[in-house]
């Protein structure tokens, strides 16, 4: 197969993937508020589906590293959330909702990391643009938050599941046509790496710190960022603008990406994106013309997308192939669990006792990601 037709799966991939989390982010907690669940546990079940992929991703990443079966793996989680997906108005009360909240976050968390890894294993072995494929995924992103609501003034909150499914069945799809990893070639002298080698790895333990802190300062913006813009008496038309904003520089970066992983390198991107928050994070708090904002919100190309690219190529070129799927699997599993998760509890605190000061603390933590950036720029 040649490098255009397979760069145009992967990104199909990645489009059909953004289309489900477009869709299920903004208006799966209005689907469980229909069945007459509260917000405490609304909050418990959409929480639950965060925390899962902290011990479900690594178990998965190590069935990658021992089975190399990356494509089929990644069908079995597409199936499988598809399948969670449509029993969910034949459950009813919170546990059995829980129980099933449970499964269906770990099954669709760990696609990312997956599906991430067997892409870059491509972009190693066939030059692809990792840039220019996870683009189309944003783009998705945008297009079906904006399509969902006239699909639910149309056809009605309880639809809401059975369009998540109709999203979900043509992920399935992309999923079979993409090509699996390039074999690995045997090493037979040589034992094969383990938890603990990865685990032992200085540059990679750098590498988790730096890109958790990153990861961890978006978390005030994420649960606060429209609640302290509508403070500071910016219209909801603006505040829209702004997330809009946001998400196209992140595409414009991803756009252009390739020159800029060639010119700096992983680790010099994931030093960016840490700069980035430092600034957009330590001037947040000061600013309320929306004007100002816009440059602030362009930072998003950098504060994610430089990182998230940084990442994506250090794993690929660091870290041993036969290790990297238990590498991709605890890094989404610590920068998208852990870190982000703990931010979040504490950024409630923060918003709360300090109001949009509380950023202070987020471009701290974007601080720490950049000396420990660092470090591993200096590390052997």
Known sequence: MSARPRAWRFAVFYAALFAVVGFQLPYWPVWLK??????????????????????????????????????????????????????????????????????????????????????????????????????????AFIGMAGLAGGLLDLLGRDAI?????????????????????????????????????????????????????????????????????????????????????????????????????????????????????VVRWGLMPWIADPWLLVPLQCLHGLTFGATHLGAMHFIARRIAPTLSGRAQSIHAAVGGGVSIGLATLASGWLYGGFGGRGFLAMAALAAAGALAALRLARAR
């Open 34 to 139: 229909g069945r007459g669940l509260g917000a405490a546990e609304i909050g418990v079940l959409v929480a639950a589906q965060m925390w899962v992929k902290v011990g479900f991703n690594p178990l998965v990443g190590g069935l990658v590293d021992r089975t190399g079966r990356r494509r089929p793996i990644l069908l079995g989680l597409a199936v499988g959330s598809l399948l969670a997906t449509l029993a969910f108005p034949f459950v009813e009360g919170f546990w059995a909702l829980l129980a099933l909240s449970l499964t269906l976050g770990a099954l669709f968390a760990a696609i990312m990391p997956v599906g991430d890894n067997l892409t870059m294993r491509h972009v190693v072995a066939h030059g692809l643009d990792y840039g220019r494929l996870r683009m189309w995924g944003s783009l």
């Open 161 to 277: 599941v059975w369009l998540l499914a109709g999203a979900l069945a043509p992920l399935c799809l992309a999923v079979l046509a993409l090509p699996d990893a390039p074999p690995l070639d045997p090493l037979p002298d040589r034992p094969r790496p383990g938890w603990a080698d990865l685990l032992r790895d200085r540059r990679y333990g750098l590498f988790l710190a730096a890109t958790a802190c990153v990861a961890a300062s978006h978390a005030m913006y994420y649960g606060f960022g429209t609640l302290h813009w509508q403070r500071a008496g910016i219209g909801n038309a603006w505040i829209g603008a702004l997330w809009g904003i946001g998400v196209i520089a992140e595409v414009a970066l991803f756009a252009w990406s390739g020159g800029l992983v060639r010119r700096l390198g992983p680790v010099r991107l994931i030093v960016l994106g840490a700069a980035g928050g």
